[in-house]
């Protein structure tokens, strides 16, 4: 049931209050109420003079730029161990197709290619083994670059010189259905040529181009009106893996009863709602698995003072 | 005239923000959801407005689909074409091919198609079939059609010979030269050619003398090129051309069909 309303929350619906806690979940929301809560401006004062964490973020960086180099030395000095660009691609010689690419192509097309099939699978195992939007955070150049346009857009905030402006996050399954409806329509899949990743996937193999503007626009549009409004609100790729990471047991997982609910996650989450569940009196259990439009970034975890969100992987814990 | 420190206090920030409702937040949200997607799906028209007015028809690689839509439709935009290509002779086209963007090309003035591979390996590498793999060989390809677009400068109807490097020192195509490497095309600035009659085109052609081939005019002193059936388009005889510019010239296979 959880993982219905995960999802959900993921297309677009706000992220409820729990009608029903577990036992041991209402035990330590009312420990918190009491006089054993944390004094949060305490743990404010004292995280503003800690030396700030990027752990994760630092590996997440090293492998989004390793992969993205291991396709542009694939061709740039022919070692030929990733070929093509992020859309579709041959991981020694093995085909990989992105899924939503694949599927438009196969619309507008209207035919099923036999590669693309076998593309789309490997990828379908691969991503949901490792957990879906992972993808996002620790693949997708485009990712890299919103990340400091995001940096860029905070600072300005924080100044007072520009303001995030939220949009309806229902929006991102009507761009799915729209671009698959136009593709079928009218035989051009338009997302291909508007999709920001395909763009520097193939700026990074085979050299500059024009349609970077296209990208540089999108950047300047989420610096000075709308906080990475094309992950947030537009990408029917990062929704495709969303979906495929449902079930995926690479999870951040939060833990209750250290939690200051401070919101300093919230903050600095790509996609916030899934951390809706650190709201002061929202965890409906001790231990809790963040929903499936999380991207595996890390950054929670990185500045989460009182370690309540954690990597896990599921089932790895019975095992060991 | 003097302020109430409370009025201090206002004129100092700028404009407090009004602090908006559930219900109006959440319209606007479910506004600027529509601005958004109104301006992208709006770009669907303005896309093919900039093919059809910045766009040309382009060739495209071996196999492709026929028909610049389907074509288009089915081309996932990878660019696995443009790596296999032992010529280098595949590009991907920029945004101001519109709805062309990210599909592959070629330019063959620059760097023709000249089957170096054998195999058509752009084929073999196209996840998609827009590059349609029923094609086996290079006889069944058809990219467009040559065409002598500018006869009167043509050296062989001049009754002209050619001495020298095709393309001058400077240029950069390859050209799979059968007499020098059998597998490796071999840079156009290093083959010099001596012919007393002007035929680079029809001597380099990959295919033969069905697709191109001289006959002798009428009214002596040179030959003409003339294409024949099995042209291919595959673009040999529009780069090696030493004439500047080119007097063979390829025409897409989809405009030589409405002609």
């Given at each position: ?28 929301h009312a420990r918190k109420r009491g006089k054993g809560g944390v004094n949060i401006a305490r743990l404010i004062e004292e995280m503003a003079q800690a030396k700030s964490v990027h752990t994760w973020r630092n590996r997440r960086w090293a492998v989004l730029i ?255 | ?212 081939r001289l006959e002798p005019l009428p009214d002596g002193g040179g030959s003409t090129p003339v294409v024949g059936d099995a042209c291919v388009g595959c673009g040999v005889c529009e780069m090696i051309c030493p004439e500047e510019p080119t007097c063979i010239e390829i025409i897409p296979s989809a405009e030589s069909a409405q002609a």
């Amino acid at each position: 049931m959880s993982l219905l309303r995960d999802v959900g929350v993921m297309l677009g619906r706000a992220p409820e209050k729990p009608k029903q806690k577990s036992d041991m979940a209402e035990i330590l929301h009312a420990r918190k109420r009491g006089k054993g809560g944390v004094n949060i401006a305490r743990l404010i004062e004292e995280m503003a003079q800690a030396k700030s964490v990027h752990t994760w973020r630092n590996r997440r960086w090293a492998v989004l730029i390793g992969v993205n180099l291991l396709f542009t030395l694939s061709f740039f000095l022919d070692i030929q161990i990733l070929e093509g660009s992020l859309t579709a691609s041959r991981f020694l010689g093995f085909h990989m197709a992105d899924i939503y690419s694949s599927l438009l192509v196969m619309l507008a097309e209207k035919h099923v290619a036999v590669n693309l099939v076998i593309g789309t699978v490997t990828v379908f195992l691969l991503w949901g083994l490792i957990g879906g939007r992972a993808f996002c955070s620790w693949v997708c150049p485009y990712h890299l670059v919103a990340e400091f346009a995001e940096m860029l857009h905070v600072w300005l905030a924080e100044k007072g010189i520009v303001q995030d402006h939220a949009i309806h996050r229902g929006v991102r399954v009507v761009f799915f259905v729209l671009f698959a409806l136009l593709a079928f329509v009218t035989g051009h899949a338009l997302f291909l040529t508007v999709n920001p990743i395909g763009v520097l996937s193939r700026a990074l193999v085979y050299g500059p181009s024009l349609a970077l503007l296209w990208v540089l626009l999108l950047l300047v549009f989420e610096v000075v009106y709308s906080r990475r409004a094309w992950c947030r609100y537009v990408c029917p790729i990062g929704l495709t893996y969303g979906v495929l990471g449902a079930a995926a047991p690479v999870r951040i997982r939060y833990h209750l009863e250290a939690c200051a609910h401070e919101g300093e996650c919230r903050k600095v989450c790509e996609v916030p709602h899934v951390l809706d569940l650190t709201i002061k009196n929202r965890a409906d259990a001790a231990h809790m698995d963040v929903g499936p439009d999380c991207t595996r970034c890390g950054m929670c975890v990185d500045i989460c003072p009182t370690h309540s969100l954690t990597f896990n992987v599921k089932g790895l814990d019975r095992i060991l | 005239m003097s302020d109430t420190p409370e009025q201090k206090k206002k004129s100092r920030k700028p404009r407090p923000r009004r602090r908006l409702s559930r219900q109006e937040e959440n319209r606007r949200r479910f506004l600027r959801a529509g601005i958004v997607t109104g301006a992208i799906v709006a770009m669907q028209p303005l896309f093919s407005w900039v093919s059809r007015r910045f766009g040309q028809l382009r060739l495209r690689p071996p196999g492709a689909l026929a028909g610049e839509t389907i074509f288009l439709g089915a081309c996932i935009k990878c660019g696995q074409c443009v790596q296999v290509c032992p010529v280098e002779a595949i590009h991907l086209a920029d945004l101001n091919d519109g709805l062309g963007h990210g599909a592959p090309y070629i330019e063959p003035r620059d760097q023709a198609c000249d089957f170096s591979c054998d195999a058509l390996s752009c084929i073999l590498a196209c996840p998609t079939g827009a590059l349609s793999h029923e094609l086996g060989a290079k006889e069944e390809v058809s990219i467009g059609i040559a065409k002598l677009t500018r006869p009167d400068a043509c050296r062989a109807r001049r009754g002209e010979g050619f001495r020298g490097f095709a393309r001058g020192e400077q240029f950069r195509g390859h050209l799979r030269y059968k007499e020098i490497d059998r597998w490796v095309p071999q840079p156009i600035r290093e083959y010099e050619y001596d012919v007393e009659l002007c035929d680079l085109c029809v001597r380099e052609c990959p295919i033969g003398t069905t697709a191109l081939r001289l006959e002798p005019l009428p009214d002596g002193g040179g030959s003409t090129p003339v294409v024949g059936d099995a042209c291919v388009g595959c673009g040999v005889c529009e780069m090696i051309c030493p004439e500047e510019p080119t007097c063979i010239e390829i025409i897409p296979s989809a405009e030589s069909a409405q002609a």
